[in-house]
């Protein structure tokens, strides 16, 4: 039975892989663009989960009145707004 079974997964890896086909985008320039909003929608993730735990640390240092953590909080809340908007504030400096 497991030899069977191999055989089917082998198959159907198989035929799988050699059904992907890759196009190559005839403008060059759409390449960077995707790359570029690729790399953007990481460093927006990367923000956005900075930004959460900025959160999470000034509602802990809310609990617990610690004015430390308070500050780390808030800088870590700014840091994730600024990584998580890189995209558009870039756009503004550039006017673009």
């Known amino acids: 039975m497991k030899k069977v079974f191999r055989i089917y997964v082998a198959a159907v890896l198989l035929v799988g ?7 190559a985008a005839d403008d060059p320039l759409a390449i960077i663009d995707n790359l570029s909003e690729f790399i953007f929608g990481l460093i927006r993730a990367i923000g956005l989960i900075l930004l959460g735990w900025g959160i999470v ?4 240092s809310i609990q ?15 840091g994730g707004l600024v990584i998580a908007f890189t995209k558009e504030i ?3 400096i550039t006017g673009g």
Request: aromatic share 6%.
């Open 64 to 78: 617990s009145h610690d004015p430390s953590q308070r500050s780390n909080g808030f800088l870590t809340l700014a």
């Open 90 to 92: 870039l756009t503004i």
């Open 57 to 60: 640390q000034v509602g802990l």
């Open 17 to 23: 892989i050699s059904t992907v086909t890759a196009f």
